[in-house]
């Protein structure tokens, strides 16, 4: 039954997971631990006090093992992320630090795990990549976990509902989500988390909707209220009434029978009505999502972001795991193309031993080529890695944050003391493996036709470029409302990089979140761009934009958008000529009004 007086309340939070769920909101006590106050230990009761953080932990430990023996088979896909918070409970910056707090301030375990967990806080906060930044979640899920055995405070059990509900909460841990029975559960929203967060993966990967980073929802919703989530606009309807849900019913139905004819469609190749082929490619972050890539028809791996097995274990990883990770990925592609990105981590991204040099500003600090260019031997490591991976499929390598020419002169002389090193040891390897570089950085930009005469290949990081360019920090929400792909400064970077490319006999990508809006494809097309690389989901909404155009026309459409000024210019243009294509596509219009 809906009120008499329904308040059609909208709050807007993140998109986690796509899809509409109508039903009754069910309130779950998860993820706040209470805080607990700091307290001397004395002298000699300290070798207890961290006895009793020790156990904690083992029990913690013991309690996740048990989650991940009981997963159900829907769930096994998501194995690795439950070992990945099981490896973050032995993790130097949670356990050892906690410890030398304890007994070096002689104060109580809860303490000094909360102490040890705002370090590593603060640490991420400086981090701009959301995919990275949002592992900090990760140590929290675990470390609250921990809390709540040191303290016994009690938190509800998800896998015991037995309603169909949605389910709001403070927040929930990857292990929390793997609890939820698919056939009670309809969807869930929470107050923390954000897209790239473990938790919206398993939601994704169980295709139920899940709106996140609600911020005050747990205060606003109660047990029984009527609530409509819409994962894909990352919005949420609070107590609606009867039009509002009627419509979202027919909307609801709508997404379900455009998803489905995605799926019947996404692995058709994405050629323009005029008979251009465009590769379509996944960005992934771990071997695991080269599933995911294939399923929503990935062509190839357009960026293999490989920074996660440096953050999350404990110690760097070996030659040997890199490998091992590179070559399945390398393998299950089947010779589609995978491009390799050497790390990308720095003073503003943690690795378990990489040093924290603190940076007053990390995001033009020593980050991505430039530590490896200081750190040789972790970079040799893993070009190694890749260059032995790279004998199992068509493997290339690429350089992020290239600045200048004397950065590629320099990578390609490590690259070549690897080479040698490999031929030496009698190890086989790719001698003759593809090199390319991601332009992100401005003056790589400026230098682009020199540049590519040294490279096989060029990837557009937007993400970077815009953060670069128009000087918007892209983690910044004050900011957020200026961070515009389609600045007029933007498209004719991206235009003068594709001409140098073209004119050096290159290919050029564009792996930017830039790259997952059908709205851009009609223009960056004309301009020359050979692959769009971008997350799996987005896929086969681009190739279907692709198919339903012309390049022929997208090159005059283009000349008019490049004498545009203005972003709101160039927007209205693209509406004008392309909006109705795109919601007749989509046939499903996201998102609630
Ligand atoms: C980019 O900068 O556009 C990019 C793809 O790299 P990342 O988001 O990993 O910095
Ligand atoms: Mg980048």
Not at 17 to 37: C, H, M, R
Not at 585 to 591: C, D, L
Request: charged share 30%; hydrophobic share 40%.
């Amino acid at each position: 039954m809906l009120h008499e007086a329904s308040k059609n309340i909208i709050l807007k939070g993140i998109g986690g997971s796509p899809g509409i769920a109508i039903g009754k909101a069910y309130f779950v006590e998860k993820g706040k631990v209470d805080i607990v106050d700091k307290y001397r230990i004395r002298p000699g009761r300290v070798e207890s006090e961290v006895k009793r953080f020790r156990n904690a932990v083992t029990e913690s430990k013991q309690e996740l093992a048990r989650i991940m023996e009981g997963l159900p088979e829907e769930y096994r896909e998501n194995t690795y992320i439950l070992d990945a918070q099981l490896m973050l409970l032995a993790d130097k910056k949670i356990y050892e630090s906690t410890i030398a707090r304890i007994e070096k301030e002689q104060i109580n375990s809860e303490w000094a795990l909360q102490k040890s967990v705002d370090d590593v806080r603060e640490v991420f906060s400086k981090i701009s990549a959301p995919y990275i930044k949002e592992r900090i979640n990760d140590i929290v899920h675990v470390s609250e976990r921990i809390l709540r055995n040191l303290t016994g405070q009690e938190e509800d059990d998800i896998s015991a509902i037995n309603k169909r509900v949605i389910l709001v909460a403070h927040d929930l841990s990857p292990a929390d989500a793997t609890q939820i029975q698919l056939e009670k559960v309809m969807g869930f929203i929470t107050d923390l988390g954000g897209r790239t967060s473990h938790t919206a993966i398993i939601a994704r990967s169980l295709e139920i909707p899940a709106v996140l980073g609600l911020e005050d929802a747990t205060r606003r919703i109660h047990t029984g209220d009527i609530l409509i989530i819409d994962g894909t606009k990352g919005m949420v309807i609070v107590d609606p009434d009867e039009e509002t849900v009627t419509r979202c019913h027919s909307e609801k139905e709508r997404f379900e029978a455009y998803e489905a004819m995605v799926a019947r469609s996404s692995h058709l190749p994405a050629e323009t009505l005029d008979g251009h082929h465009i590769r379509v490619m996944a960005n992934i972050e771990m071997a695991q999502e080269v599933v995911s890539a294939i399923d929503h028809g990935g062509d190839g791996i357009g960026l293999y972001r490989t920074e996660y097995l440096y953050l999350n274990k404990k110690g760097l990883p070996t030659e040997e795991e890199l490998f091992e990770s590179y070559r399945e990925v390398a393998e299950i592609m089947k010779g589609r193309p995978v491009t390799i990105r050497t790390l990308d981590i720095g003073a503003d991204k943690i690795g378990s031993d990489l040093k924290w040099s603190r940076e007053v500003n990390p995001a033009l600090g020593l980050r991505a080529i430039r530590f490896c260019m200081k750190e040789t031997g972790i970079f040799k490591t893993q070009l190694a890695a890749i260059l032995r991976a790279a004998v199992y499929g068509d493997v290339r390598l690429m350089i992020p944050m290239i600045s200048g020419m004397a950065e590629i002169i320099a990578a390609r002389r490590i690259l070549t003391d690897v080479c040698e090193s490999l031929d030496k040891e009698g190890v086989v390897f790719k001698k003759d493996i593809k090199v390319g570089i991601m332009v992100e950085v401005p003056s790589a930009v400026v230098l682009a036709d020199v540049l590519a005469e040294e490279v096989d290949f060029f990837s557009i990081g937007t993400n970077d470029l815009i953060q670069y360019s128009i000087a918007i920090d892209r983690g910044n929400e004050h900011v957020a409302d200026m961070y515009q792909p389609l600045h007029p400064a933007i498209l004719r970077m991206i235009k003068s990089v594709a001409e140098a490319a073209r004119a050096a006999g290159i290919k050029v990508s564009i792996c930017g979140e830039m790259a997952c809006s059908p709205f851009h494809v009609p223009i960056l097309l004309p301009m020359g761009i050979d692959e769009l690389s971008m997350n799996p989901i987005s896929i086969p909404e681009i190739k279907r934009m692709i198919r339903a155009i012309s390049l022929e026309d997208c090159r005059s459409f283009l000349e008019e958008v490049m004498k545009k000024r203005t972003v709101r210019e160039i927007l209205n243009i693209v509406e004008e000529e392309f909006g109705e294509k795109i919601q007749n596509m989509a046939s499903y219009e996201p998102g609630l009004k």
